[in-house]
């Protein structure tokens, strides 16, 4: 059953021969048949130009030019522009949107050989926490189909999960990679801010989205770290500090490692069974011979009204593209011009994208901008600096990823506010542009728990090295759901 073996397996099987990644890809493409329609965690299936990606990087393989991660199938969430394939955003805005160009995303996994079955359903503009807000629907939880896989990539979090790719790309702005990986029980790593590319990627909110791998362990994301990260002149953003070979250290030791515990992520917040569930693992990460340490980051409550700010103010501004004239959807008959602006709008974005762009453009507005903005952003640094006087005594900083389990469909669609404190514990991360990593840590209910790992700048080599090795004496990240454990 080679859809159970994880990156690293599947890449030693294609080296030594023993099936072929057109073999691969069709296996793939098999159960995304079989499940798609229950989980809707596709939006686009390549399955035509997947097979010439397979042959073509067998043929490779034989030459022996193979980079170890040629052959390996690879689903990309929809809004990395994919040349000649649509890129919607999940939104019906950009639902006819074929993409002119590559994402460097993109190139980096064609350029290592990767092959692409096709993109995966997302909130709409990556706004969401629970993949609801899709144009093309939601999508269900592999591990209850009545519940919620988080979001915003939860297209691609749910097709790990179930088995559908072996490995996913996804995005974080506010752990838009870390929660919907909690919830589905995969790996899911958001490096620092300009450790990737932002280049082809389409903007939520442009000084907080980062694009991440999204795999079954953390030796995985390591192997398609190694060929995402690194420097791109096209994004000024993007950073060109050195990146290492995170495969390399994965075996190193972590004793004398130490573990920070802020006391605030666990508060009456979080739920008791999740909060007894972490006290396990960070048991075994002592026996691993890690010091654990409590910490304060005093302005952990600021974070949600901070990111609820920025975010949005961005938003509004990256948003405005859209307006019917250059690309996209175009309402039918406009009067003139104005009601070419409203109507294409109105119809085109859905509910919590217009929430949104209307909270950045109050807060963005003359008469409130200091009010919001500027005082946001004070407090913003203000959280950047919590995490720099708790590196100074620890080297990782553990926690939960998300305060509750997966959550049913609909339940939280009514109340905002509810939905937006889903991501308390990954927004503050973002905030401070520093890198987060969730993986497995066990069950509540029949239900994944995420554990959480924050680490300084550019620094996640030791993120992977520590959830590796807790990987390596648990195995809640080998857990399939019931549904997909089967042979095709």
């Not at 979001?151 to 996804?170: D, I």
């Not at 919907?180 to 790996?187: K, M, N, Q, V, Y």
């Amino acid at each position: 059953m080679l859809h159970t073996y994880s990156l690293a397996e599947l890449s030693q099987g294609l080296e030594k021969g023993d099936f072929t990644s057109v073999a691969l890809t069709q296996h793939y493409l098999e159960r995304i048949k079989q499940h798609q329609e229950m989980l809707n965690c596709y939006i686009s299936v390549c399955e035509e130009s997947a097979l010439a990606q397979a042959a073509a990087a067998d043929t490779t393989r034989a030459r022996g030019a193979a980079t170890p991660l040629t052959g390996i199938p690879i689903a990309q969430k929809d809004l990395l522009c994919t040349a000649g394939v649509k890129t919607s955003c999940g939104s019906k805005m950009l639902d006819n949107f074929i993409a002119p160009y590559d994402a460097a995303v993109i190139e980096r996994c064609n350029a290592a050989g990767m092959v692409m079955l096709g993109k995966t359903n997302m909130d709409e503009f990556a706004m969401g926490s629970s993949n609801e807000n899709s144009f093309h629907g939601p999508v269900m939880n592999p591990w209850d189909i009545e519940r919620v896989p988080g979001g915003s990539s939860g297209g691609s979090a749910a097709a790990v999960a179930a088995r559908l790719t072996p490995c996913a790309t996804g995005t974080d702005t506010g752990g838009s990679i870390r929660q919907p990986a909690a919830l589905t029980g995969i790996t899911g790593l958001k490096p620092t801010y300009g450790r990737i590319s932002r280049y082809g990627l389409i903007a939520y909110a442009s000084s907080l989205d980062q694009a991440g791998p999204m795999t079954q362990t953390a030796e995985d994301a390591a192997l398609l770290l190694n060929i995402l990260a690194g420097h791109d002149p096209r994004d000024s953003t993007c950073m060109s500090n050195p990146v290492p070979d995170y495969q390399a250290t994965l075996n190193q030791s972590i004793k004398g490692l130490t573990i920070g515990i802020p006391e605030e992520y666990f508060t009456a917040e979080l739920n008791s069974q999740i909060g007894d569930t972490l006290q396990v693992a960070i048991k075994e990460l002592q026996k691993l011979g890690a010091n654990i340490k409590p910490i304060r980051l005093p302005n952990t409550h600021l974070g949600v009204p901070v990111y609820y700010v920025i975010a949005p103010a961005e938003a509004s501004s990256n948003l405005s593209r859209y307006d019917g004239v250059r690309y996209g959807y175009r309402c039918e008959n406009p009067k003139d011009l104005l009601d070419l602006y409203k109507r294409t709008r109105a119809e085109g974005f859905g509910e919590e994208v217009k929430r949104r762009i209307l909270i950045g453009t109050y807060v963005l507005s003359a008469g409130y901008y200091d009010a919001y903005y500027i005082k946001a952003q004070k407090i913003r640094r203000l959280i950047r600096n919590d995490f720099i006087e708790a590196f100074k005594e620890v080297d990782v900083i553990l926690g939960p990823t998300s305060p509750t389990t997966a959550f049913k469909l609909g339940e939280k669609t009514t109340d905002p506010i509810s939905m937006y404190l889903s991501d308390i514990y990954t927004i503050n991360v973002n905030l401070a542009g520093l890198p987060g990593l969730s993986l497995p840590a066990g069950f509540v209910d029949g239900l994944p728990v995420g554990m959480q790992l924050i680490g300084k700048d550019f620094d996640e080599a030791t993120l992977l090295k520590v959830a590796h090795q807790y990987q390596q004496v648990s195995h809640w990240h080998r857990e399939i759901p019931n549904m997909f454990k089967g042979a095709k």
